[in-house]
């Protein structure tokens, strides 16, 4: 991921961003680059981690993974809405297929993004989402 393109100051610094994804790599990545633009970032590895963590509905934004063992990023949505958080979601994924994306909409996923993804394509994401809160 490149952040080339994606140099406006950030919105929203003090709103907490989820990122929920199992690969320690990507996670730690999409943080550093969420943090380089000033966003407040914490990682989880897993759905049931997030949804274990009783702050979790104070979330501004989650970015969150599609595929992961256990829960997916949509049936952590799914257990969110069943709570009645309304936290806007950015879901990824290598694989988002005509199912998973119709799920999303029903869903009301905020962005899908497909990696691999330009770091000013998730910048732009977040922002959006943050925007869009109110």
């Known amino acids: 991921m490149s952040a080339r393109g ?3 100051l950030p919105v929203h610094t003090q709103t907490q961003i989820c990122i929920i994804d199992d690969d320690q790599a990507v996670a730690d990545s999409l943080r550093a680059l969420l943090e380089t633009f000033g966003f407040n970032v914490q990682l989880y590895r897993s759905g049931n981690e997030f949804l274990s963590d009783k702050r979790h509905n104070l979330a501004g934004c989650l970015v969150i993974d599609q595929h992961m063992p256990g829960l997916s990023g949509l049936d952590i949505i799914d257990s969110l809405q069943k709570e009645r958080a309304q936290i806007p979601v950015i879901l990824i994924s290598e694989r988002l297929d005509a199912s ?21 394509r998730l910048i732009e994401a977040v922002r959006t989402t943050l925007a869009g809160v109110g």
Do not use: G, I, N, Y
């Open 6 to 8: 994606a140099h406006c």
């Open 100 to 120: 998973t994306r119709e799920r999303a909409s029903r869903l009301d996923v905020r962005e899908l993004l497909d990696k691999p993804f330009a770091a000013s």
